[in-house]
């Protein structure tokens, strides 16, 4: 079974979304079409 979610036009605040599971989080709303905005202590990690 296959659920999808259908975020179109929502905001999101994702609170610790810079890393681990507050990061995939966030990128599964973002996926979805949400507008993510992300708080945390630290900033993401740079992507080499």
């Known amino acids: 079974m296959t659920v999808t979610y259908d975020y179109t036009g929502k905001a999101v605040l994702v609170t610790g979304g810079t890393k681990g599971i507050g990061a995939a989080i966030a990128r599964?709303?973002?996926?979805?079409?949400?507008?993510?905005?992300?708080?945390?202590?630290?900033?993401?990690?740079?992507?080499?």
């Open 28 to 48: 599964a709303f973002h996926d979805a079409g949400a507008t993510v905005t992300i708080c945390a202590r630290t900033p993401p990690a740079t992507e080499a």
